[in-house]
């Protein structure tokens, strides 16, 4: 009996090491800071799952919120520097 198969080789490109490149290693170091800022806004919200929210703890998860969304404002201000001068270089 002769079996049918496709041709992987065809069909699939180079194949994955399993380590990210080094492009992929510096995005994550440069998000890091609101990496760790959402894991301390999660944090605090893990800890009220089950009981009450104290004052102590909104004032802990509104200073995590706050944290977060300046982290994010800080990275994409980084971002839109990094680009304007990645195409002021180009001219």
């Given at each position: 009996?002769?079996?049918?198969?496709?041709?992987?080789?065809?069909?699939?490109?180079?194949?994955?090491?399993?380590?990210?490149?080094?492009?992929?290693?510096?995005?994550?170091?440069?998000?890091?800071?609101?990496?760790?800022?959402?894991?301390?806004?999660?944090?605090?919200?893990?800890?009220?799952?089950?009981?009450?929210v104290s004052e102590?703890?909104?004032?802990?998860?509104?200073?995590?919120?706050?944290?977060?969304?300046?982290?994010?404002?800080?990275?994409?201000?980084?971002?839109?520097?990094?680009?304007?001068?990645?195409?002021?270089?180009?001219?």
């Open positions: 009996m002769k079996h049918i198969v496709t041709d992987q080789t065809a069909v699939t490109a180079l194949a994955f090491d399993g380590e990210p490149s080094d492009a992929e290693l510096d995005a994550i170091e440069l998000e890091m800071p609101v990496i760790r800022a959402e894991m301390d806004l999660l944090d605090a919200q893990i800890m009220v799952l089950d009981r009450k102590l703890d909104a004032r802990r998860i509104r200073r995590a919120r706050r944290k977060v969304l300046s982290a994010r404002r800080d990275l994409e201000n980084t971002t839109v520097v990094v680009a304007w001068s990645s195409a002021g270089d180009a001219r």
